[in-house]
């Protein structure tokens, strides 16, 4: 290995493992289930800390920022999905969004005249 291209290409596939495999850890995580394709990131990360401690050969740091990026990747997506599983609709009617009475528009922007930040109480008078 040249001294001037030291790991350029170990961090190319390590970016690559991070955000290539977006594509289809979604339709994975519908088909093997959410705890299977987490289970496996962690399982990824831990192999990428056993290859790094193995050795330091070009093979060794490219296998390894394979597995720590495809690892990232799926603990990621899996994170983003609980997330939004869990805080699905807890907000509603924040941040101008109302719920509607049609089921087939779940969330529409409020088109109310009444503004949201405006108070009942009146403002004429300072009250001491």
């Given at each position: 290995m040249r001294?001037?291209?030291?790991g350029y290409r170990e961090l190319q596939w390590h970016s690559l493992g991070m955000f290539a495999p977006s594509f289809v850890t979604g339709h994975l995580i519908s088909c093997l289930g959410l705890t299977r394709?987490?289970?496996?990131?962690?399982?990824?990360l831990l192999l990428c800390s056993l290859i790094n401690l193995s050795g330091l050969a070009t093979f060794n740091?490219?296998?390894?920022?394979?597995?720590?990026?495809?690892g990232w990747n799926f603990l990621f997506v899996g994170a983003m999905t609980l997330l939004t599983r869990t805080y699905a609709g807890a907000h509603s009617g924040a941040s101008g969004v109302v719920e509607h009475d049609d089921p087939q528009t779940p969330w529409t922007w409020a088109a109310s005249s009444r503004d949201p930040y405006e108070t009942t109480e009146s403002t004429s008078s300072p009250k001491m």
């Open positions: 001294g001037g291209d030291f394709i987490m289970l496996t990131g962690t399982v990824l740091f490219w296998a390894a920022n394979v597995a720590f990026g495809v």
